[in-house]
């Protein structure tokens, strides 16, 4: 043996394609939420691009429940355009008004989508936050403004506690039946030091014990621990050796799916695999007769999965390719 698994608890969410499930955190939701996706399941992968820190992460959830309109103090000029402090920089306008137009758009789409959601997964990065000294407001992103301008410090498992306790009666409020995973990241943070990472990635992991134990409809996925324990090899990591790979992507995809998709998902997602692959050749003569042959084929097999998830965008593609 020459790796450690992780064993994961048996869950009592189960995820099917009927399921909605939206992802919301850092870096490692992006890439969740789009294996989601990718594997036609009902997900809104994280609408607010890249979050880090769980105090930022619970204020937008909170925002997005309230339909509240963006803090007019938060606007501020990077880069030649203007952004928002509480939001990723792919929110960007020449004017605060294109910014604000394209916050408000995704607030209410969060807040659309959420009412009926099913399960929300939440990716926790880092217990480091930063303080805009002007307004003395938690930010969720710097823009690459000079660091003089914010505070940095750290936020504790209390603080983390309380602050969700407050979104957790929110959304009992607002979706009764919201079931929330917590996952960790597992990408280090190496700009505040790797000591400076442990202590962070160690408050969240408590952290996330506490929410756990505290409240009945959160639980915990490990990819954390996956990660650093059960793919403790460099192989596993990009080039720049801080984020996961694509083999280990796949890894903790498949360990999440094999916690919480039911047996008919997992059937699913091994055919539209294969069918993919058809869905995707790229023919050297898209005219031929036998091309076509296999279009007409291919499409008959793809109806077959309309009533199991949305298909219409693989059959317009390949109708589109009917002479």
Not at 104 to 109: D, G, L
Not at 176 to 203: A, F, M, W
């Amino acid at each position: 043996m020459f790796r450690t698994e992780i064993s994961i608890p048996a869950s009592t969410i189960t995820i099917d394609h009927r399921s909605q499930i939206m992802t919301i955190g850092s870096c490692f939701s992006d890439r969740m939420g789009q294996y989601l996706l990718d594997h036609k399941f009902r997900a809104l992968a994280n609408p607010f691009g890249v979050v880090f820190n769980p105090v930022s992460i619970f204020q937008l959830l909170e925002n997005a429940i309230d339909l509240k309109p963006p803090d007019p103090t938060g606007y501020v000029q990077s880069d030649g355009l203007f952004k928002h402090l509480d939001f990723h920089s792919d929110f960007n306008g020449h004017n605060v008004l294109e910014v604000e137009q394209s916050i408000v758009s995704v607030v209410e789409k969060v807040h659309s989508f959420l009412k009926d959601a099913d399960v929300l997964i939440i990716t926790l990065g880092t217990a480091i936050v930063y303080e805009y000294l002007k307004t003395s407001q938690i930010v969720a992103n710097c823009h690459k403004i000079p660091q003089k301008e914010f505070k940095k410090s750290r936020v504790s498992s209390t603080s983390i506690y309380e602050a969700f306790q407050k979104l957790y009666q929110s959304l009992s409020s607002f979706n009764d039946g919201l079931q929330i995973i917590y996952t960790v990241s597992p990408v280090r943070h190496i700009k505040d030091t790797l000591i400076e990472n442990g202590s962070s990635k160690s408050i969240l992991r408590c952290s996330c014990d506490v929410l756990t134990e505290s409240f009945d409809q959160v639980s915990y996925f490990p990819s954390y621990e996956i990660m650093l324990d059960d793919l403790r090899d460099y192989r596993f990591y990009k080039e720049d050796m801080l984020h996961p790979n694509i083999t280990a992507e796949r890894y903790i995809w498949n360990k999440f799916a094999e916690t919480y998709f039911t047996e008919k998902s997992l059937s699913s997602i091994k055919e539209w695999q294969k069918l993919r692959k058809a869905i995707d050749h790229k023919p050297f003569n898209p005219k031929s007769d036998l091309h076509q042959k296999f279009v007409a084929e291919t499409i008959t097999k793809v109806d077959q999965f309309s009533d199991r998830f949305d298909v219409s965008e693989e059959m317009n593609s390949l109708k589109q390719q009917l002479r």
